[in-house]
């Protein structure tokens, strides 16, 4: 890529990957970072249901997880804690929302938010103070999502290594002394892992990856709901939509994973390309949910299309196939949970936004200020959450 592309693709990720797309005749196009996406829509869902395509185990883990046996068993661990925890979370996004001031900086806050709320969930109370104080640091200092600057990086990289110690030493301490259902996440992950088959540090390893999955999807897609629907409603009166719809048209809109690549297991030709074991090919959520065959008036944020189960193309923010997340449902209803809590009895506007990702692994929005100007109580019918 050259310095002329770099500026293009910093300036408007979005814009650039649909630029490539226009511009190929095959269907295939090369990706900035390396690799190659398949951007034609009809390919890219031929792709997702093909076998060569899934054969082995998910990349996410890398050799944390050597099986596909083991990566399913500890995604839908962690998918149980967090779903039997809905309740918790809930009780304390009321008590965090009201408690708010008028105005905030996001995305920071709502990584905040959602890591408040989470927090027991993540570690639960009676683990060390001195542990969860590293949690909460590492969550809002760059550690759950990537900051923007070098130093910020560089001072990151330190609390991950100090969290990363100190959970190793806890896990060391729940081996010797806990047995029964799981408290947090960690309990789950060594419910999932038994002692002789992976070590401490491998599990602290662990952890801290599933600890990052789980705040940085859950922050940024409650980020973006918040700001396409601010930007698009106005008017003085509350949002005319329910908020389970914000947060599904969000995620097609703007999903924070916009590249989902497999390094190839084996050779295989793919339109028209003989793509070589170890190749890295993507398909792009981004590119499938702004398909003008696929979807009426792509480009608009119009959260009223989910209003009936009226025809659309593809949906895949969380993935698709045998490697879709395990806690897709679960995640959707964490962030519109979030949503219906910032939202309810209060007017939201947002100053500085830009629907422009910035990429920080993933379709990240560009700080903005939500201004949450309280209402008179009494939610109008359009505000019900809706249902899955």
């Known amino acids: 890529m050259t310095v002329r592309e770099r500026r293009r693709f910093r300036r408007d990720p979005v814009a650039y990957i649909e630029n490539l797309r226009r511009r190929s ?8 970072g390396g ?3 398949v951007s034609d829509a009809d390919l890219a869902q031929s792709l997702l249901r093909s076998p060569e395509y899934h054969t082995d185990r998910s990349g996410f883990f890398g050799e944390l997880l050597p099986t596909r046996g083991a990566q399913i ?7 149980d804690v967090l779903r039997d925890g809905v309740p918790h979370y809930r009780a304390a996004l009321t008590t965090a929302v009201a408690g708010l001031p008028a105005a905030g900086r996001w995305p920071a806050a709502g990584t905040r938010l ?6 027991d969930l993540l570690l639960h109370p009676g683990t060390p103070a001195t542990t969860r104080r590293l949690m909460r640091r590492a969550a809002l200092g760059g550690v759950a999502l990537r900051a923007p600057h070098v130093w910020q990086r560089s001072r990151a ?5 100090r969290l990363l110690a100190a959970v190793t030493v806890e896990i060391a301490h729940r081996r010797e002394g806990f047995a029964g259902e799981p408290r947090d996440v960690l309990d789950a ?3 999932a892992c038994p002692p002789g088959e992976r070590g401490d540090r491998a599990v602290a390893e662990l952890y801290l990856m599933m600890f990052r999955a789980i705040l940085a999807p859950l922050s940024v897609s409650l980020a973006w709901s918040l700001l396409l629907g601010c930007l ?3 008017a003085p009166a509350p949002w005319p939509w329910p908020v389970d719809r914000v947060v599904r048209e969000a995620l097609r809109h703007r999903p924070m994973a916009w590249m989902l690549g497999r390094v190839l297991p084996h050779a295989v030709e793919f339109g028209g390309v003989a793509f070589q074991p170890g190749d890295l090919l993507s398909v792009s959520p981004y590119l499938l949910h702004h398909d003008a065959r696929l979807w009426s008036d792509p480009h608009a944020f119009r959260p009223d299309r989910w209003a009936g189960t009226g025809v659309h193309g593809p949906y895949i923010p969380f993935g698709a196939g045998p490697f879709v997340c395990a806690g897709a449902a679960v995640a959707h209803t964490l962030v519109t949970e979030a949503l219906d809590a910032l939202s309810r009895g209060a007017r939201l506007t947002v100053t500085g936004g830009d629907t422009r990702p910035a990429m920080a692994e993933g379709n990240v929005p560009r700080p903005f200020t939500l ?3 309280a209402q008179p109580p009494g939610p109008p019918a359009g505000h019900e959450k809706g249902r899955r």
């Open 25 to 32: 005749t095959t269907g295939l196009i090369r990706l900035p």
């Open 35 to 37: 690799g190659w996406c």
């Open 73 to 79: 068993d500890v995604g839908h661990a962690v998918r």
């Open 114 to 119: 959602v890591h408040h709320c989470l927090e």
């Open 157 to 161: 990289e330190v609390l991950r290594a």
């Open 189 to 191: 992950l060594l419910g």
């Open 232 to 234: 698009h409603h106005t």
């Open 371 to 373: 201004h949450r100007l």
